[in-house]
C-alpha cells in the first residue's frame, strides 16, 4: 500500500509540473485556432446538454462515466458537458440520483452534439434517498468542505409554522451555525454573517432574512439547486472569506404547464411554470405573501390606522433557446418586509436583484456564460406622528456587475476555466433628515462608490487513476472611488480610544482614492485509496473589501455596508483543510467523512468601547482591526437509503480575535464560537403516503461580556467591566427537537389515477419548549431602594421562542 502510494506521489510530482506549465500556456492555445486544429486533429469531442424529460430542466452535477477509459466528467452549472476522446466506439453512462442510468454507444469518427434527457425515477420505498448527488460522489469528487441540498430533502425537513426554509435547512449541516433562533443569516466556520456570499442565479444577496431571520428570501418552490461551499472555493468565486452559499433557480417547466402552491400558518405561496414556445423558451413565476396583519384586523382595530406586518416576495425566471450554440437566462427577485405602526411610522426592508445571462459555444470544447447582474439592497425608517416632528432615514447598497467566464474541455483529464469580473458599488449610508418642532436638520451621511475587478484561471487535472487537483489563481483589485463628499485622515492614539481627524480632504469624482491587489491562490488535491474512500486536502486565500459594520450579535435590517477605504484594509483570510471520506455498506448505504480545518484572517474589524456606528460621518475613527484565528473538526455521517435515513453532524471548534486595544491585546472568543455543535436529522417513511422526521440541535452556548464590578451613584447603578475583557463568559447550552409528519394525498380517486398532487404538513417546532437564550442583560430592582440596604440587581434571560409552536400547511402540484 505504501510504496503504490509513493509511486502515485512520484507521478504526480512530475504531472503536477505538467500541469503547471499547461495552466499557464492554456489561454494563449484558446486563441490559436490553427494550433487548435492541429492539436485536435486525432481526437474528437463529445457534447451536448442533460435535462430532466418530464419538464426540460437542465441537470447540475451528472456524471458522464467512459467505460472504455474508466473516466469522465460532470455536467456544469448549465447542464452542460463535454468530454475528448481518440477515434473509436465508447459506451457513455448518465448518472444522476433519482434517475434512470442511461447508457449510449457512440461510435466516434467525428465531433458529436449529443442532448441527453434523464427520466426520474418511481422510486420504491427502499429505494428512497435523501441527496441529489451520483453514488460515490462524495468520495470521488474533487470538491471537499461543499455540502449541496436537494430541494426535496428540504422540504421534509420539520419546518417552522409549516414552512420549508433554505437558510435553516443549511444551519443542519456540519461547520454552519447561529448565534440563536431569530438571528439573521449564518455562520461557517467562525466566520461572520457579512463574510458568507450569499447569490442568487449569481447576483449578490446582502439580506437573506424575512421577519428579522425567521424565513429566508429563497422560495423552495423556485429553486432548483443549493450549494455551500466552506473550502477548498474554485477561483471564479470572490468576494467573501467565510463561504459561498449558491442558490440556482428553476429554469419553469418547457413540456407543459404547471401550478404548485401551499397555505400555511404564516404565509402562502404560488407558483406557475410553463413553456412559451414548447422545448425552446419558457418561464417560472413564483409568489409568497404573510398575512399575520390580514387575520389580525379580524380581532382588532390595532391595525385600522395603516400598519402593516407582512412580507412578500416575487421570483421570476425565463430563457430562450435561440440555437444550439446561444441560449439566454432572464431572472429576477423582488422582495420586502414591512413593519409599520400607523400610516407615518415604522420601517421596511428588502432586495432587489436581476440576472441577464448569455450562454454561447464557440466550440465543443469551449462553452462560455457571460452574465450581466443588478443587486440592490435598502432599508426605510420613519418616526413622528406629523410633519413638525418627525425623522427618516433610508440606506442602500446597489450592485453592477459583469462577469465574463470560460470552459475549455481541453481533453478526458483537463478542464481549463478562466475569466474575470468587473463590480461597481454604490453605498448610501444614510439619507436622513430630522424635524423637531418645525426645523429641519439633515444628518445624512455622503454615498462612497467603489469598484472591484478581478481575473482568474485555473484547471481541474485528472492525473492517473488516483490523483485529482484543482488549482487557480485570482488576482483581485478594489478601488475606493471619489465622489462629491470630504474625505478623512485619523490619528493613531493610544490603542481602543477613538481616533481623530487630522487632514480633511476632497477628491473628484471616479477618482482612485485608495487602491487594493490582492494575489488569491486556490488549490486542492485528491487521492483516491479505493473505490470508496479517498483523501483531500485544500488550501484557499480570499480577499473580501466590504464590511458590514453592527455591533449586534447577529446582523440586522439596520447594519450598514461600508467599503475598504484610506482608512479601512481588505480582510484576508487563508484556509487549510484536510479531510478522509469514506462510504460503507454493500450499496454505499452510509456516507461519512471527518474534516479538520483552520482559518487565519486578517484586518477583521472590531470596535471601540462605545463606538457610535449610526449615521456617523466619522464612523472609521470608531473601527478597530484586528486577526482572526479559527480552527475545528467536522464530522458527518449520512445513510442515503431505506426506510429510515438521515444525517448526524458534530463540529468541534474554536474561534477567537486578537485585537490592540480590545481585552488587553490577548486573544479572546468571538460572539459566535461554539465549541459544540451536534445536529441529528431523521426521516422514516411508513408506507407511500406517510413520511415522519425529526431534528435535534445541542450546541454550546455563546460568549457574552459580563460587568465585573459596579458603581453606585445615589439610587443609581452603573454596572462596569473593571478588567477590559470581552466576551468573558457563556449564555446556557441551546438544544431543541422538532417533529414533523407529512401526509401524502391519495394516488388514486374512483380508481383513476389523478392528474394533481397534494400533501398536508404537519409540524411541532421546539417540541419541549425550551427557552434557549439568547442574551442575557442586567438591571436594577427598584424595588430593593430601602434606606440602608444596597441596591440590587437582576440578571434577565431573553428567549425569543419559549414555548412549542404546532403548525400545519396545505401543498398542491398540477
Known amino acids: 500500500m505504501l510504496k503504490q502510494i509513493y509511486k502515485d506521489w512520484l507521478f504526480g510530482k512530475v504531472a503536477i509540473w505538467k500541469g503547471i506549465r499547461l495552466f499557464l500556456i492554456s489561454t494563449l492555445i484558446l486563441f490559436l485556432t490553427p494550433t487548435l486544429k492541429t492539436f485536435a486533429q486525432d481526437k474528437y469531442t463529445v457534447s451536448g446538454y442533460i435535462k430532466d424529460q418530464s419538464n426540460g430542466e437542465s441537470l447540475i452535477g451528472v456524471t458522464v462515466f467512459v467505460k472504455e477509459i474508466a473516466n469522465g466528467t460532470v455536467s456544469n452549472n448549465y447542464g452542460y458537458y463535454s468530454i475528448t476522446l481518440s477515434p473509436g466506439t465508447y459506451h457513455l453512462e448518465y448518472r444522476y440520483l433519482g434517475y434512470h442510468i442511461l447508457e449510449k454507444e457512440i461510435n466516434l469518427s467525428g465531433n458529436q452534439k449529443v442532448d441527453i434527457e434523464l427520466i426520474s425515477e418511481q422510486q420504491e420505498l427502499e429505494e428512497i434517498v435523501i441527496q441529489a448527488d451520483p453514488e460515490d460522489a462524495n468520495v470521488t469528487s474533487i470538491e471537499m468542505s461543499v455540502n449541496k441540498l436537494d430541494i426535496k430533502t428540504i422540504q421534509k425537513l420539520p419546518p417552522f409554522f409549516g414552512e420549508a426554509d433554505i437558510i435553516k435547512s443549511i444551519q443542519l449541516l456540519p461547520g454552519v451555525s447561529t448565534v440563536g433562533e431569530g438571528a439573521s443569516g449564518f455562520n461557517v466556520r467562525g466566520g461572520s454573517t457579512s463574510q458568507n456570499l450569499i447569490l442568487l442565479d449569481e447576483a449578490p444577496v446582502y439580506n437573506s432574512s424575512h421577519l428579522l431571520g425567521f424565513f429566508s428570501v429563497f422560495n423552495p418552490d423556485a429553486v432548483k439547486d443549493v450549494k455551500l461551499i466552506k473550502g477548498g472555493i474554485p477561483a471564479n468565486y470572490g468576494g467573501r472569506i467565510a463561504s459561498i452559499l449558491d442558490v440556482r433557480m428553476k429554469e419553469g417547466n418547457s413540456k407543459a404547464f404547471a401550478a404548485q402552491g401551499g397555505i400555511g400558518s404564516v ?47 416575487l421570483t421570476f425566471k425565463t430563457n430562450y433557446n435561440i440555437n444550439k450554440n446561444n441560449r439566454i437566462y432572464l431572472s429576477a427577485y423582488l422582495g420586502r418586509d414591512n413593519f409599520k405602526f400607523d400610516e407615518n411610522q415604522g420601517f421596511n426592508w428588502g432586495n432587489q436583484t436581476t440576472t441577464l445571462r448569455w450562454n454561447h459555444l464557440f466550440n465543443d470544447r469551449l462553452f462560455s456564460n457571460f452574465t450581466f447582474l443588478f443587486s440592490n439592497y435598502d432599508y426605510v425608517l420613519a418616526f413622528g406622528e406629523n410633519e413638525m416632528d418627525r425623522f427618516d432615514w433610508n440606506s442602500n447598497v446597489t450592485t453592477f456587475d459583469f462577469k465574463p467566464e470560460f470552459s475549455y474541455f481541453l481533453n478526458s483529464d483537463n478542464e481549463i476555466s478562466f475569466g474575470g469580473e468587473a463590480l461597481l458599488y454604490n453605498f448610501e449610508p444614510a439619507n436622513a433628515v430630522g424635524v423637531s418642532n418645525g426645523e429641519r436638520r439633515d444628518v445624512s451621511v455622503d454615498r462612497k462608490l467603489a469598484l472591484e475587478s478581478a481575473l482568474y484561471l485555473a484547471n ?205 491585546g490577548n486573544w479572546y472568543p468571538t460572539r459566535y464560537d461554539q465549541t459544540h455543535n451536534l445536529k441529528l436529522v431523521g426521516f422514516y417513511e411508513l408506507n407511500d403516503r406517510w413520511t415522519f422526521s425529526a431534528n435535534f440541535t445541542l450546541k454550546s452556548g455563546t460568549p457574552t461580556t459580563f460587568p465585573t464590578s459596579r458603581f453606585q451613584i445615589q439610587d443609581y447603578v452603573i454596572p462596569y467591566n473593571y478588567s477590559g475583557s470581552r466576551n468573558n463568559t457563556r449564555i446556557p447550552a441551546f438544544h431543541r427537537l422538532d417533529i414533523s409528519a407529512t401526509l401524502q394525498g391519495k394516488k388514486m380517486r374512483k380508481g383513476k389515477v389523478r392528474k394533481n398532487e397534494d400533501y398536508w404538513v404537519f409540524g411541532i417546532y421546539n417540541l419541549y419548549s425550551r427557552k434557549n437564550p439568547f442574551s442575557i442583560y442586567f438591571s436594577q430592582d427598584d424595588d430593593s431602594l430601602v434606606g440602608g440596604e444596597p441596591i440590587r440587581t437582576q440578571a434577565t434571560q431573553l428567549s425569543i421562542i419559549g414555548s412549542f409552536i404546532p403548525s400545519v400547511s396545505y401543498n398542491f402540484k398540477f
Open 267 to 313: 404565509f402562502s405561496r404560488l407558483t406557475l411554470e410553463g413553456p412559451i414556445a414548447k422545448d425552446k423558451a419558457s418561464f417560472i413565476f413564483a409568489a409568497r405573501r404573510s398575512y399575520a396583519d390580514v387575520f389580525a384586523k379580524v380581532f382588532t382595530d390595532a391595525l385600522d390606522d395603516g400598519a402593516a406586518l407582512n412580507f412578500y416576495d
Open 460 to 664: 481541474d487535472q485528472q492525473i492517473g487513476s488516483n490523483i485529482t487537483l484543482q488549482y487557480g489563481l485570482r488576482l483581485s483589485n478594489f478601488r475606493y472611488l471619489g465622489a462629491p463628499t470630504d474625505y478623512y485622515e485619523f490619528d493613531n492614539p493610544e490603542p481602543g480610544i477613538r481616533r481623530n481627524v487630522t487632514q480633511v480632504f476632497q477628491a473628484d469624482e471616479w477618482e482612485t482614492i485608495q487602491s487594493y491587489s490582492n494575489l488569491e491562490p486556490r488549490f486542492s488535491l485528491k487521492y483516491q485509496l479505493s473505490s470508496n474512500s479517498s483523501i483531500k486536502a485544500s488550501y484557499n486565500r480570499t480577499t473580501q473589501y466590504i464590511h458590514l459594520v453592527s455591533n449586534t450579535t447577529a446582523s440586522n435590517p439596520l447594519d450598514i455596508w461600508t467599503p475598504s477605504t484610506n482608512n479601512i484594509k481588505p480582510q484576508l483570510g487563508d484556509q487549510w483543510v484536510l479531510g478522509f471520506f469514506k462510504n460503507f455498506g454493500p450499496n454505499n448505504d452510509f456516507e461519512t467523512s471527518i474534516e479538520a480545518y483552520y482559518r487565519k484572517t486578517q484586518n477583521q474589524i472590531d470596535y471601540i468601547d462605545g463606538a457610535d456606528l449610526l449615521i456617523n460621518e466619522l464612523i472609521e475613527g470608531d473601527l478597530l482591526a484586528g486577526d482572526g484565528r479559527a480552527y475545528g473538526l467536522e464530522l458527518f455521517i449520512k445513510k442515503n437509503k431505506g426506510r429510515f435515513n438521515g444525517w448526524l453532524s458534530y463540529t468541534l471548534g474554536k474561534t477567537e480575535l486578537q485585537v490592540e486595544g480590545i481585552n488587553g
